[in-house]
């Protein structure tokens, strides 16, 4: 008997973790804008959100990327992070004029006519730490230094970085974007003519709002069990959608300019007239020193030179699927102003079936609608607007609304600020239910602080293990993710992973890498 329950034990022992082993297992890493911020405070030693950036996550071989879009002025969806207010931001070396200038302003052309800056890390923050970035990047332990610094400091920091004028330029991988470009732009010529995007979706609009106009949906009641922390179930709710506008188009014959070359490459066109065309004076450099000395006839050496100069400029979001396809897993976050960007995405997707996506986006709003009833009879909830939550998002944009039973099944996550009171966990709930959202996405600082959440009577402090049982209860996933000024630390990360988390979107992804390697091989 003895023996028998011996064995049983060491039985149960084995189940354990065996499961413990799956769950961890299952946690993906995605890398933040690729592999990691390059703005001030960045650890990147490539520009965020480029070309390459997205093929050092490629070759790390990691699960996919985490990047950020937005919709020009004539409609073209581009891949950039931007300032928090819409501006360019500060990794371009863009001119006086346009620093000024929102991103929603400007066409693709314009845009795509700045080159990378070197990343901060290579440059000012290097000079910041005082120490070489391999080894920065490789000291793991060493303390936090930019993330403590005050706000003045930190506009210090930005304001120098902008003054830096040394344009990015990396010579040592032309060879393995030449291989890129063999394997997937010349072996395969129908690639020459890859969808490049939502370039008619004008003519489409009326039509796509109709299907994606959702119907009165009925809330469903949220079974969170006795774990919740106000003690109450999410009553059944009827939450109408609102009418979504139709945002006008300027003119549909606008041809979308994905070429930073001045002008199309044809048979006739000499070499010498390449050369002039091209408007990007680091890009001329670029040819005339490196690509011009390949052993390839004229029009090989240009069409080479158009993919390569891609990897120097903002990219278009079909630039980034044509070049790494279905290798990676996209994780979509929806930015600016335009409340009609889901449907420009949409109309591009729609065009690769076979790659995994997600939406996901700071720009929602609270859709409990009893929230409203429990301001007016609660003296404590008063001082929060819950009406305006997120309360970052103060013009109350909607990026997720007309995504929130998108026809080609995409997933949908909201994200949450780490600075912020969050609602109740049944608003939480609500709300997710409302946008179909089956993920929810938290800053690495939600632990590192307590978590803070308005109930009915007062505010409750709950942990970071509590939240995330809850979420997983009710069968939601949970990204965490690593700001533009974070400092990926190994024992935070560690910390996620036995927690079970679903997802990480780190700055580091090698650091990630290891972390995740330890605890399966534990």
């Given amino acids: 008997m003895i023996t028998y329950r011996r064995m049983l034990g060491v039985l149960v022992l084995a189940l354990l973790q065996l499961r413990y082993c799956m ?213 059944e709710k009827n939450i109408k959608e609102e009418n979504i506008e139709e945002a006008s188009v300027d003119d549909p014959n606008v041809e979308a300019s994905t070429d930073m070359l001045g002008k199309e490459i044809d048979e006739n066109m000499s070499e010498e007239e390449f050369v002039k065309s091209i408007q990007c004076e680091h890009c001329k450099s670029l040819y005339v020193n490196y690509i011009s000395k390949k052993n390839y006839d004229v029009k090989r050496k240009m069409l080479l030179a158009k993919f390569i100069f891609k990897f120097y400029h903002v990219p278009l ?18 930015k600016g102003t335009k409340e009609n960007l889901g449907l420009y995405l949409l109309e591009i997707l729609k065009n690769y079936k076979d790659y995994k996506f997600k939406f996901s986006s700071f720009n929602w709003v609270l859709q409990d609608d009893d929230i409203k009833k429990k301001i007016f009879k609660n003296k404590n909830m008063k001082n929060i607007d819950y009406a305006s939550y997120p309360y970052d998002n103060l013009k109350k944009i909607d990026l997720l609304k007309v995504l929130r039973k998108n026809k080609l099944n995409i997933p949908v996550a909201l994200l949450f600020a780490d600075d912020e009171v969050m609602p109740n966990l049944n608003s939480i709930l609500c709300t997710m239910k409302y946008y179909n959202a089956d993920w929810a996405h938290f800053s690495y600082r939600l632990y590192k602080k307590p978590i803070i959440i308005n109930c009915n009577k007062k505010n409750k402090t709950i942990s970071v293990d509590y939240l995330v049982k809850i979420l997983h209860k009710n069968n939601k996933k949970i990204m965490i993710y690593w700001g533009t000024e974070d400092k990926d630390q190994y024992d935070d990360i560690i910390f996620y992973l036995k927690l079970n988390v679903d997802s990480l979107c780190p700055n580091n992804i090698e650091l990630a890498k290891q972390a995740l390697h330890q605890v399966h091989n534990n």
């Fill in 317 to 334: 979001l079909t630039d980034i699927l044509n070049t790494y396809k279905n290798k990676l897993t996209y994780d979509i976050e929806l």
């Fill in 23 to 235: 769950n961890t297992m299952s946690t993906t890493i995605v890398g933040h804008r690729g592999c990691g911020s390059s703005d001030p405070g960045g650890s990147s030693v490539y520009p965020e959100n480029s070309l390459y950036s997205f093929k050092k996550a490629l070759d790390n071989k990691i699960d996919g990327v985490e990047l950020d879009v937005w919709l020009t002025k004539d409609n073209e969806v581009v891949v950039i992070h931007g300032t928090d207010d819409g501006l360019l931001g500060h990794t371009l070396l863009n001119d006086k004029t346009s620093t000024a200038k929102y991103i929603e302003e400007l066409t693709v052309k314009e845009i795509q006519s700045y080159h990378y800056k070197e990343p901060w890390i290579l440059t000012k923050g290097k000079e910041f730490y005082g120490k070489d970035v391999n080894v920065i990047s490789n000291e793991y332990e060493e303390e936090v230094k930019y993330s403590t610094l005050s706000e003045n400091q930190k506009l210090e920091k930005v304001k120098e970085y902008d003054q830096y004028i040394k344009a990015y330029q990396n010579v040592e991988e032309i060879d393995e974007l030449e291989k890129i470009f063999k394997e997937y732009f010349v072996n395969d010529e129908s690639d020459e003519n890859k969808v490049e995007g939502a370039k008619s979706l004008e003519d489409n609009v009326d039509e796509i709002v109709e299907e994606e106009n959702i119907e009165e949906e009925n809330i469903e009641e949220e079974n969170v069990h006795e774990e919740n922390v106000d003690g109450e179930s999410i009553e």
